[in-house]
């Protein structure tokens, strides 16, 4: 893995719901194999759930500086970044191809990436998650439409 742009002293949050939660046990074994701290807000089960209880706990862990970044997945990827929206300090950028990853830190200053499980591919959603942790953000004239939002 490149080279990570955010403050790796922190732990980044990871959730899922039930549809989801194959690729997040993915995900945190290629990211503890990089040497990150993984913060996982559940779901641990195939059992149906309700996606906002882990976005919810995801979003508040970056909010409030108890994480570096979040991930969240559920089958469409809507959800889980629809509730993590609804922090104020949370921007969570829904993510379907190599493209928008980067894209969505680099203009965006995305601080959650949000998958659709039902719609990627495992290696496509690694890919994704590692494009968001390696990304900076740019800045500049982004800066001001990020403050906008």
Not at 87 to 97: Q, T
Request: charged fraction near 20%; hydrophobic fraction near 45%; charge should be negative.
């Amino acid at each position: 893995m490149q080279e990570i742009v955010f403050d790796s002293s922190l732990p980044i949050a990871i959730g899922s719901d039930h549809a989801g939660i194959d690729y997040k046990t993915e995900i945190i074994a290629v990211l503890e194999k990089a040497g990150l701290s993984i913060a996982d807000q559940g779901t641990y089960t195939h059992e149906s759930c309700d996606y906002p209880d882990y976005a919810h706990a995801v979003a508040r862990m970056v909010e409030t500086g108890e994480a570096a970044v979040g991930i969240l997945i559920c089958g469409s990827g809507n959800g889980v970044c629809m509730a993590a929206n609804k922090h104020a300090s949370i921007r969570a950028a829904l993510c379907w191809a190599d493209e928008i990853a980067p894209l969505a830190r680099s203009h965006n200053d995305a601080n959650v990436i949000c998958l659709p499980a039902r719609f990627v591919t495992l290696a496509a959603a690694e890919n994704m998650v590692e494009l968001f942790l390696t990304t900076p953000f740019e800045g500049g004239r982004h800066q001001r439409r990020v403050e906008k939002i």
